[in-house]
């Protein structure tokens, strides 16, 4: 019905939206715990609202390119002298500024991003790809202080996925999935190409060391995926009369699975 042309759809989908919204409302008074507070970052100073209006911008010449973060790290090691991804780079070095400006924002929110903007910000995994890129052009140049700027980048924004107010399962797992790449080129391909003593001393193991997590963090997700499979799924599902599929306890079915993850918030906050 999202999807549908035809007005009659348009304005159907529109009330069933209103209504799980008025049904949300109604939740979050008996459970409060499971109310998003949001930190009210400026969008000028907020990374997650620069980074998706960022992805609006997004170069289709990337997909053209050979090498990205999903091809095998064994194929990155001459990566960077591939004359055609060391033009692209040279050629968008005002994207990647931009990029790395991001990776270091100290603040983040998801204030002012519905859904479909969180949708975006999933496939963001694409973006931090570039500083991968522009990581194998300075290694290949010996130029490790860039590379390093550029992968420090790319871990702040796996920070930024991960460190909102209440990340989704989607968005969470987009976040840990750049974690996780980044400490395999980190080991399996920084590692192998830097002078000895580098290492230690440059900063780099940082990069590697895996994040710790906490009960909070675990809270976090979890009220994130509530607001999302509750909001896009569950309520307009079970507000549409017309759906021939609803469960005859709608409601015991709703207060069930709010009841759970009211549980766990409230228990790990």
């Known amino acids: 019905m999202a999807e549908s042309k035809d007005a009659a759809d348009q304005e159907r989908f529109a009330e069933l939206q ?4 008025e049904w949300m ?8 715990e499971l109310t998003v507070e949001h930190r009210g970052v400026p969008p ?3 990374a997650l609202r620069q980074l998706h209006d960022l992805m609006g911008r997004f170069p289709p010449s990337l997909n053209t390119l050979r090498y990205g973060a999903s091809w095998r790290l064994s194929e990155r090691m001459d990566a960077g002298s591939d004359p055609t ?3 692209w780079v040279a ?3 005002g994207l990647l500024e931009e990029l790395r400006a991001i990776g270091i924002m100290p603040d983040r929110s998801m204030e002012g991003l519905d859904a479909e903007s969180q949708q975006f910000l999933m496939m963001c995994v694409r973006l931090p790809d570039i500083l991968f890129l522009d990581a194998d052009v300075a290694m290949a140049d010996k130029d490790y202080s860039r590379a390093l700027s550029s992968l420090m980048a790319a871990k702040g924004i796996a920070g930024h996925l991960l460190g909102a107010e209440a990340p989704d399962i989607h968005q969470a797992n987009t976040g840990f999935m750049l974690e996780g790449t980044l400490r395999r080129y980190v080991l399996d391909v920084v590692m192998e190409q830097l002078p000895p003593g580098e290492f230690e001393s440059g900063g780099w193991e940082n990069l590697a060391r895996p994040a710790m997590r906490d009960a ?4 976090r997700l979890v009220l994130g995926s509530y607001h999302y499979n509750s909001s896009e799924y569950l309520l307009p599902t079970l507000s549409n009369p017309a759906e021939a599929r609803l469960p005859y306890d709608a409601d015991e079915l709703v207060e069930t699975y709010t009841r759970l993850a009211a549980g766990v ?5």
């Open 25 to 32: 409302e109604r939740l979050l008074v008996r459970y409060p």
């Open 265 to 269: 918030v409230r228990d790990n906050t």
């Open 85 to 87: 991804l060391r033009e």
């Open 44 to 46: 000028e100073r907020n």
């Open 18 to 21: 209103k209504l799980a919204k």
């Open 91 to 93: 050629s968008n070095a």
């Open 216 to 219: 909070a963090d675990f809270s």
